[in-house]
């Protein structure tokens, strides 16, 4: 609970107030106030109630805040990343209350995946199984953002190409790097966490996997792992080398 001053009456906003404790979160703010959401407030507040938005105004010091009025469809411009991120949190429930339990079950073993990598070790990021990365997922940014809707396939051929490659004599495994803003999802998102490349395993050349890849709009095909090494990876089997397929 921290001090915030309140008109008792909303009629008064804008004139006297008193300073009670409030409890409230700050979701944006600039140089001249913020954006509250109130978790909790007075009985003697009774135009307020846990939940509500509301707009407040820094004193001279920006040491303590006065409640202003509830928020205007012109504060969606002033505090657009307080507003983002309610956006966001209503896409989430919507998720969640459409999610299936076959999606749940997949994301979960996905995620729980990456972050046992991850406390594993951080100096590389996490790798996938190709299956595990494509199994459910219908986000179709979730990998190679910045082609789709220009050439690149939607995730459902993407993913049939990539299995057909995996199922070649010469190949060995794909596995899926996972992209360092995973860890940017809350705890409880249930977006998918976006890839960073694909790494084949493979005896064939450069030059073999460079069409392979055709069609999918990659930038091209590496040598080696571009983003380091995550030790969870497999070791080649002899006369085995990885490449990795990028996009930018």
Known sequence: MRP????LDSARIGGASITVKAGYELLDEDEKGALLRIAEVPQAVGWLAPGDLLVAAFDRQRKSLKAI????????????????????EERQRAMRLAASDEFLRQHGQLMALIRAQHAQSDKAPPVVPLDAYFDGNSDEESIAPNQWGYGRPPLAQLWERLRTIAQRPDVQVLL???????????????????????????RASAQDAEQWIEGLEADGVVQGWPCGRHPAAPEPLPGYAVLTVCWD
């Open 4 to 7: 915030l001053a309140i008109p």
């Open 69 to 88: 009025r509830k928020p205007e469809e012109k504060d969606r411009l002033r505090f657009h990343r307080g507003h983002g991120r309610l956006y966001d």
């Open 176 to 202: 899926v790097g996972i992209h360092d803003e995973w860890q940017e999802l809350a705890e409880d998102s249930l977006d998918w966490p976006p890839a960073e490349n694909v790494h084949i395993y493979t």
